[in-house]
T-cell receptor, first 115, second 115 residues
Framework: NAGVTQTPKFRVLKTGQSMTLLCAQDMNHEYMYWYRQDPGMGLRLIHYSVGEGTTAKGEVPDGYNVSRLKKQNFLLGLESAAPSQTSVYFC??????????????FGPGTRLTVL | AQSVTQPDIHITVSEGASLELRCNYS??????LFWYVQSPGQGLQLLLK??????LVQGIKGFEAEFKRSQSSFNLRKPSVHWSDAAEYFCAVGLYSGGYNKLIFGAGTRLAVHP
């Protein structure tokens, strides 16, 4: 199994450009997440999904949109990139449980630079 | 509100020395606790987790962590550090909130290992 994969691995954008990050998982997990990682701030949740066709806002959703048309895929979109969105983006997935007692599985990350 | 504090931003140890990384959490109920490691340019990998039972948990790569409820701590330890342990380490609390599994991350501790 590949686990959680992300494309692309690196991307450089100019301010105002748009792009979509793709996350795919082959573990049949219900929950999927998008995080951003910035120095000294750990990981912050952007958006998440509890199942196909459903998405919700996390801690820092402004400037991002997401879609989950298929259970295995979770897309993160930037409609008009800003330098403040320069970051490393991680996708994660986890099984559906009624407790917090299950780890999330992370992808390798996408390093995005906005000039 | 739930939170995780990792008091040490950077730690440097010599190869072969012992290691302890600190983690304190704030959470009203019995927590689910995790330690993740992020090697340079990589995603997050689960080192170990605590759900209940024995307060000393063993993980991969020779790491262990001890849950101390009275101190709200979950410190990570390794008796003898290897150069390959140089990485960033994240402590996290897991909970089920708002209808999904949620992870609250600390800001991370970056470990450097001197030969």
């Amino acid at each position: 199994n590949a686990g959680v994969t992300q494309t692309p691995k690196f991307r450089v954008l100019k301010t105002g450009q748009s792009m979509t990050l793709l996350c795919a998982q082959d573990m049949n997990h219900e929950y999927m997440y998008w995080y951003r990682q910035d120095p000294g701030m750990g990981l912050r949740l952007i958006h998440y999904s509890v199942g196909e066709g459903t998405t919700a806002k996390g801690e820092v959703p402004d400037g991002y949109n997401v879609s989950r048309l298929k259970k295995q895929n979770f897309l993160l979109g930037l409609e008009s990139a800003a330098p403040s969105q320069t970051s490393v983006y991680f996708c994660a997935s986890s099984p559906k449980t009624g407790t917090g007692g299950y780890e999330q599985f992370f992808g390798p990350g996408t390093r995005l630079t906005v000039l | 509100a739930q939170s995780v504090t990792q008091p040490d931003i950077h730690i440097t140890v010599s190869e072969g020395a012992s290691l302890e990384l600190r983690c304190n959490y704030s959470y009203g109920a019995t927590p689910y606790l995790f330690w993740y490691v992020q090697s340079p340019g990589q995603g997050l990998q689960l080192l170990l987790k605590y759900f209940s039972g024995d307060t000393l948990v063993q993980g991969i790569k020779g790491f262990e962590a001890e849950f101390k409820r009275s101190q709200s701590s979950f410190n990570l330890r390794k008796p003898s550090v290897h150069w390959s342990d140089a990485a960033e380490y994240f402590c996290a609390v897991g909970l089920y909130s708002g209808g999904y599994n949620k992870l609250i991350f600390g800001a991370g501790t970056r470990l450097a290992v001197h030969p």
